[in-house]
């Protein structure tokens, strides 16, 4: 790790500790002269006298260069006494190559005073910061009941000094050290009567030197310095926390712990919310799928919207009882809220629901969409998946249905397993129930959600939990994220500017190695990749290395720059040819049927649908 190496301002030195080594520099000349010279000393006064301000000149000049007076005394270490030896030596050298040039004119003084002004300068400098040292620890041990966790605030601004204040409170419970900052500026400089130290090129020398406890992150940051950061403080059992909202006031000081969203540091997605006002207010919103981790945000944030009836299905009994109690407490209208126990196979209670409820729009979360499950089960995922799509459409256009949106997924580009081919065949299915009907139907596909039950994240942090190892796929496999609320944001954001049939893309920003996921996540939990090995288990069938948001590369750009779409789905399909619509219509009801049996044959459909239905075509691993 790169050491700290700025040259502090100089105003920022302090001057006690200057005066302090002033005072040692002509003690310890005077006593070399007298240890060399005995009572000869006085008839070396003049020269004294005349050498004592180069001394002092040369020395505190390489002191400066050589940073000696950018630690803080009181924590004074080992190194710190080679730094300061290696200042002491250095001026030393020069100082004798200046006697030789100046002796003959303005007198000299004994050579053997030179080496041993050096050894006992250091010795009383040295004495002078470690005795500093001594009298802080006495006084803190007398005190012991009060001492505070050592804190460093990385980020001297606003929020880092309005921290600071609260963190030099009494019975604050924290002892503040100092300052990290990326601004170079800052550096050496004092914030609120404490130091800058320096950038991330400081932190692992401050933590060592200075026996960090806590490290509190102030103010927004590079993501790239923010997991430097995680990964040295990892090293000393320390977990970041960040600090937002702190003004003057400790009741607004928020603190939590750093969390991989953090570290991933998309940025906010900003959306205008009076046109998702305008659609959904008043309105009978149908939401499937509602217990799930995208079907319980969307349903949080529909509610937002305030519509005039919410109905939640869900076919998971526990799932629903949870969304169902947060969004009654959450809305204060109990009528507003309808769960609904209902599985999107069981065409009966669906078709019970639209008469009675007669939504006006519908939101389809409910899927399988775990690839291993899905693949070791692919008939359950044909009928859960497309049937279950299916149902709704037909239904949505024969209660004449305005807006009916399809959540898909990355994987259903170009895929190579179920899940995915199941997901591209509803995209399908919902482009022609919008051709179909004129109306404003769409899918709106994006990749992985940091914390959706049973994914990625969750399981990594239980194997951390658990003491390792943690299993990663392939070193190579990357993935696309983001956080669930900024998802379902978009993707309802998606619903007001889509064109009937269309998909919609949401932009993911940078892929992620699932490795450095793995990581970062070991960091965040203090732990070490000593501690907590990672195991390569190597991929599953139905698995990608990398994924695709995209099929052709000129997907069109949307009023939303986060928002890309595909205007008709995408399809190779002649979707006005009402021929071509009932000979897919046909091969969709024989491998629905087929996946009743639990006929290979339904999956022999799936693929040759897959394949003749992409602009590129997939084809199945398992196939």
């Not at 580009?413 to 919902?430: S, W």
């Not at 990625?456 to 658990?466: D, E, G």
Request: glycine share 8%; charged share 20%; net charge neutral.
């Amino acid at each position: 790790m790169k050491k700290a190496s700025y040259f502090p301002p100089l105003k920022s030195l302090r001057l006690r500790h200057v005066v302090v080594d002033v005072f040692l520099m002509g003690a310890s000349l005077w006593l070399s002269l007298y240890l060399r010279l005995g009572g000869g000393v006085f008839l070396y006064t003049d020269n004294f006298l005349f050498y004592l301000p180069i001394f002092i000149f040369v020395r505190l000049v390489f002191f400066y260069l050589l940073n000696i007076y950018n630690f803080i005394w009181r924590y004074v270490s080992a190194r710190d006494a080679f730094r300061l030896a290696k200042a002491v030596g250095i001026s030393s050298v020069f100082l004798l190559s200046i006697s030789f040039l100046i002796s003959g004119r303005f007198g000299f003084l004994p050579r053997t005073v030179y080496f041993i002004d050096a050894l006992l300068l250091l010795i009383l400098m040295m004495g002078a910061r470690l005795l500093r040292r001594l009298l802080y620890e006495a006084h803190q041990d007398a005190g012991t009941e009060n001492r505070g966790r050592r804190v460093i605030v990385y980020g001297a601004g606003v929020v880092g000094k309005n921290l600071a204040t609260q963190l030099k409170s009494p019975g604050s419970g924290f002892e503040l050290l100092g300052f990290l900052d990326d601004d170079k500026e800052k550096h050496g400089l004092n914030l609120d009567g404490m130091r800058v130290w320096g950038g991330i090129e400081a932190l692992e020398t401050l933590l060592e030197e200075m026996q960090v406890n806590e490290v509190f992150l102030a103010g927004p940051m590079d993501p790239k310095v923010l997991r430097e950061i995680v990964q040295i403080t990892s090293r000393k059992n320390i977990r970041p926390q960040v600090v937002k909202g702190v003004s003057s006031s400790a009741v607004d000081t928020t603190i939590r712990r750093i969390s991989l969203g953090d570290l991933l540091n998309r940025e906010p997605v900003q959306v205008d919310a009076t046109p998702l006002r305008e659609l959904f207010q008043g309105k009978k919103v149908l939401i499937t799928g509602a217990g799930g981790s995208i079907g319980s945000e969307i349903t949080r944030q529909v509610l937002g919207f305030d519509p005039g009836r919410l109905l939640i299905l869900d076919h998971s009994e526990f799932n629903l009882f949870e969304i169902d109690r947060e969004v009654r407490i959450s809305s204060q209208n109990f009528d507003k809220v309808v769960p609904l126990l209902v599985d999107v196979k069981d065409t009966a209670s669906l078709t019970s629901i639209f008469k009675k409820y007669s939504p006006d729009i519908v939101i389809h979360a409910a899927a399988y969409k775990h690839v291993h499950l899905v693949e070791a089960n692919p008939y359950s995922a044909i009928l859960n998946n497309i049937e279950g799509t299916k149902n709704l459409l037909d239904l949505c256009l024969v209660h004449d249905v305005q807006n009916f949106i399809l959540i898909s997924t990355d994987k259903a580009v170009n895929p190579v397993g179920v899940m995915g081919a199941t997901k591209r065949v509803c995209e399908l299915l919902t482009t022609l129930a919008s051709v179909r009907s004129g109306k404003s139907y769409c899918s709106v596909r994006f990749g992985n959600v940091l914390g959706s039950s049973g994914s990625l994240i969750p399981t990594l942090q239980k194997q951390i939990q658990a003491g390792g190892p943690v299993t990663v796929t392939h070193k190579d496999m990357t993935r696309f994220f983001m956080l669930i609320p900024e998802a379902v944001l978009l993707v309802l954001k998606a619903a007001t500017i889509s064109s009937p049939g269309d998909i919609n893309i949401l932009k993911m920003g940078d892929s992620v190695k699932i490795l450095d996921i793995a990581k970062n996540l070991i960091a965040l939990h203090g732990k070490t990749e000593e501690e907590i090995p990672i195991v390569f288990t190597g991929t599953r069938p139905g698995e990608k290395l990398f994924e695709e948001l995209y099929i052709r590369g000129d997907e069109l750009k949307t009023e939303h720059p986060d928002i890309l779409t595909l205007p008709n789905g995408d399809s190779e399909l002649n979707l006005h040819n009402p021929n071509e619509f009932k000979k897919l219509e046909a091969k969709i009801a024989e491998m629905i049927a087929a996946a009743h049996k639990s006929d290979e044959q339904a999956l022999k459909g799936l693929n040759d649908l897959i394949k003749s239905n992409l602009a590129i075509g997939g084809t199945l691993n398992r196939v």
